[in-house]
């Protein structure tokens, strides 16, 4: 059983196409998170959901808008994508109040835009 | 603003040999500590975490790190690397007075020579 996926693994698009990655977590954890690896495998943060309430949210473009039905899945749609957007995408979980535990992080989503 | 200094962008060491991959960060509070592995295509795998105790933690895979509050800094290590090890580390930090929000150091690339 896989404890953080993501879907799809790979992404290639068109510039000005909208694009959705879900992500689903089997752990019991509260809190999810988006994560950015740049081309230089810098990462980070996106966004942080708290049992499908909103609590980081870090000068990302309004064109990323993270939506959380439960606190098991947190899914990232990307409308009118831009070149400037590929990238590796990461989920991860945690348990809630628990930064010292670290987070579980999925494998990733290749975003690649042309 | 919090930071995380990973000095070495890369890393050569022979099989066999000892490891040290250094790790710096500045933060106003009592900072978790982190060290990550991610190989290539893959997620990131917590490799060991410190929060408070003994300040020299046993990760997995046979790494350890040392928490020194006076150089803030939090180095991993291992006595005798295998070609296995070959993969990116990436320190993170985090504090409560921060939520569960991790900052990411720019990883280290680690090649191992035979």
């Known amino acids: 059983d896989t404890a953080v996926s993501q879907t799809p693994k790979y992404l290639v698009t068109q510039m000005g196409n909208d694009k959705s990655i879900k992500c689903e977590q089997n752990?019991?954890?509260?809190?999810m998170y988006w994560y950015k690896q740049d081309s230089k495998k810098f990462l980070k943060i996106m966004f942080s959901y708290n049992n499908k309430e909103l609590i980081i949210n870090e000068t990302v473009p309004n064109r990323f808008s993270p939506k959380s039905p439960d606190k098991a899945h947190l899914n990232l749609h990307i409308n009118s994508l831009e070149l400037g957007d590929s990238a590796v995408y990461f989920c991860a979980s945690s348990l809630e109040d628990t930064g010292p535990y670290g987070y579980t992080f999925g494998s990733g989503t290749r975003l690649t835009v042309v | 603003a919090q930071s995380v200094t990973q000095p070495d962008i890369h890393i050569t060491v022979s099989e066999g040999a000892s490891l040290e991959l250094r790790c710096n960060y500045s933060?106003?509070?009592?900072?978790?500590l982190f060290w990550y592995v991610q190989s290539p295509g893959q997620g990131l795998q917590l490799l060991l975490k410190?929060?408070?105790?003994?300040?020299l933690v046993q990760g997995i895979k046979g790494f350890e790190a040392e928490f020194k509050r006076s150089q803030s800094s939090f180095n991993l290590r291992k006595p005798s690397v295998h070609w296995s090890d070959a993969a990116e580390y990436f320190c993170a930090v985090g504090a409560k007075e921060y939520g569960n929000k991790l900052v990411f150091g720019a990883g280290t690339i680690l090649r191992v020579k035979s």
């Open positions: 410190y929060f408070s105790g003994d300040t």
């Open positions: 752990l019991g954890h509260d809190t």
């Open positions: 933060y106003g509070a009592t900072p978790y």
